[in-house]
């Protein structure tokens, strides 16, 4: 739970201030920062892992788990050039990018959090 709602709090962030994100995805762009990605990625992806078997609904979280479980795995091997190349064309975009990413992140992690709270069953 206290991933999807870190999720949700960094969707906020960019929604608010496309700045601060911008900010922290350039600290990124060092091959520690690209690792540090790529294990927060891997991170989450194993917590929705294990966590959805308890969940209200465990197959979104399987999928959700093995696609950030996946795309963590794959950063360190796709290089930093390729994610600092991504990087920029996504903020090239502009702040409405990362508004509209934050939106994303915002729904995706209240769901995550939803998703895995404690809930009683057949109620």
Same mark, same amino acid.
């Given at each position: 739970? @206290? =991933? *999807? /709602? #870190?999720?949700?709090?960094?969707?906020?962030? +960019?929604?608010?201030?496309?700045?601060? !994100?911008?900010?922290?995805?350039?600290?990124?762009?060092?091959?520690?920062?690209?690792?540090?990605?790529?294990?927060?990625?891997? @991170? =989450? *992806? /194993? #917590?929705?892992?294990?966590?959805?078997?308890? +969940?209200?609904?465990?197959?979104?979280? !399987?999928?959700?788990?093995?696609?950030?479980?996946?795309?963590?795995?794959?950063?360190?091997?796709?290089?930093?050039?390729?994610?600092?190349?991504? /990087?920029?064309?996504?903020?090239?975009?502009?702040?409405?990018?990362?508004?509209?990413?934050?939106?994303?992140?915002?729904?995706?992690?209240?769901?995550?959090?939803?998703?895995?709270?404690?809930?009683?069953?057949?109620?």
């Amino acid at each position: 739970m @206290a =991933l *999807g /709602l #870190s999720v949700a709090a960094l969707g906020i962030l +960019s929604i608010v201030s496309p700045e601060s !994100l911008a900010v922290m995805l350039r600290r990124l762009q060092t091959p520690g920062g690209s690792y540090f990605g790529a294990g927060i990625r891997v @991170a =989450l *992806g /194993l #917590s929705l892992l294990l966590s959805a078997s308890s +969940s209200r609904a465990p197959q979104v979280l !399987l999928v959700l788990g093995i696609v950030f479980l996946v795309a963590g795995i794959a950063m360190p091997f796709l290089g930093l050039e390729v994610f600092s190349s991504a /990087l920029e064309s996504f903020m090239g975009l502009g702040p409405w990018a990362a508004r509209v990413w934050g939106g994303v992140a915002l729904g995706s992690g209240l769901l995550i959090a939803y998703l895995v709270a404690p809930w009683a069953r057949g109620a």
